[in-house]
């Protein structure tokens, strides 16, 4: 799936939809040519582990 992205540089916002790819790489923008960062993919919160349940004692 596509990476989209605005461009940083204030003057440009330039939209721009780059390959999965290149994550972690470094693009250069199509409109203004400043070259920027592609983040990675973040990574999902480890889960907690869940209490286990006790039998009730009668």
């Not at 940083?8 to 790819?21: E, F, I, M, Q, Y």
């Not at 920027?36 to 889960?47: D, G, N, R, S, Y």
């Amino acid at each position: 799936m596509p990476v989209t992205m605005m461009c940083p540089r204030l003057t440009c916002r330039a939209v721009l939809r780059v390959p999965d790819n290149v994550r972690g790489k470094r693009v250069r923008c199509a409109e203004c040519g400043i070259t920027l960062m592609v983040p990675e993919p973040t990574k999902p919160a480890p889960a907690k582990p869940k209490a286990e349940a006790k039998p009730k004692e009668s």
